[in-house]
């Protein structure tokens, strides 16, 4: 999980803070320290992290925030402001040129940074917006680079120009994929360039010589987030020796830190694009430097889950859903349906992670108890039960659950507690259907498959 450490420890000093009620200088002097060794310790740059506590400690102890209502709100409100500041205020778009005209993206970065698979999720965005894309297998060093970009490039529906003559080295191949998406009414050129060290000057040089060739729109930076603060020193090289335009943070998911998010935009001036969130195809999210804080400090991000939502969800089926809640007709299969629809955004973990007021430690504790393993086997149940049990769950008595505890591989204990579970969402789903119509309950929700 993203700056989950960072997360967790900004939490705790700030659930300090508000039970202080007024503050002295000393309680936000000793705030903002810990403060700093927290982003110490996520391995943001050092020379970043004190950029950012002098500006955070000017504001903090100023006047209005020492003699305000809520003092420590409001110094929450000024870490929060600066880390949108730091993160680079405004999100930037990947501007392309109109669709009669062909728009060239070079990816490049260090080896293992995830450039192929990066160029093949922003091949499929950019298809789904309508743009007719052809990736270009630039990366003739690594053994099988082209079959996988062949294999994902397939998987998102983008076609792979590829020039195996021996005599072709990358800017020559560049030039020839230009020459093709040319001719053949491509909109968007994405080139997948090898891995490369920035202080290799021949593969360096190889990168701008790509760029004498042909007309190089965005030189896009792909950047392992878990490199913490030698991403920094990646990015600045490539900004020296080559130029680039924006960045591309990749396996930020799987970073608990977050160091590299928070320094390379304040370090290189350059834009963070995007950020990859997964190893699904899909899984490449807008970088929003606002939502991005307000998960940090663990305010959710509902902004980007009514997004992902709208992306994902059939509006169709969530109004057949309703309706049946209402009638509390809810059945097997459409508890099926709701587990395919929560995979398709992401999982129960990512949407946890974007509510408000769900805590790192918090998300931590759920995320052992939602095992994925656990999921599947509550599929094989239901897909063990008849299309009328399915439809009717009442009538699942005692044989018949022996019969589907058998079919599904599982205990009858198992069998059993999930249909007890299932009753208990449908009454707490049928409870709370008039959510679906923006309506607030006075309960809290109870998670799926008896999580809550």
Known sequence: ???????????DIFKNLRKKGRLTEADVKAALREVKIALLEADVSFKVVKVFMKEVQEKAIGQDVMNGLNPGQMVIKIVNDELVSLMGSESIELTLKP??????????????????????????????KGRKVLLCACDIYRPAAVKQLQVVGGQV????????????????ISKNAYEYASQNGFNVLILDTAGRLQIDKDMMDELAETKAKIPVDWSILVVDAMTGQDAVNVASAFEEKVGIDGVILTKLDG???????????QTTGKPILFAGMG??????QQFYPDR??????????????????????????AREMEAKLRKASFGFDDYLESINQMRKMGGMNSLLGMMPGVSASELSKLEDQID????????????SMTPEERANPDILNQRRRMRVAKGSGVTLQEVNKLCKQFEQIRKVMKQYSGLLKGK????????????G
């Open 1 to 11: 999980m993203a700056f989950e450490s960072l997360s967790e420890k900004l939490q």
């Open 99 to 128: 669709a009669n005209e062909l728009t060239v993206i070079m990816m490049m970065g260090l080896n293992g940074a995830g450039k192929t698979t990066t160029s093949a999720k922003l091949a499929g965005k950019l298809k789904s």
């Open 157 to 172: 529906g983008a076609e792979v120009y590829w020039d195996d003559r021996h005599e072709f080295l990358p800017p020559d």
């Open 255 to 265: 970073d608990s830190r977050g160091g590299a998010a928070l320094s390379i935009r």
């Open 279 to 284: 190893e699904k195809l899909d899984d490449l």
């Open 292 to 317: 991005m804080a307000s998960r940090i400090l663990g305010m959710g991000d509902v902004m980007s889950l009514i997004e992902k939502a709208q992306e994902n969800l059939d509006e169709e089926k």
């Open 372 to 383: 994925e393993k656990m999921i599947a086997r509550t599929e094989a149940i239901i897909l």
């Open 440 to 451: 607030r309950g006075r309960r809290g929700f109870k998670l799926p498959f008896g999580l």
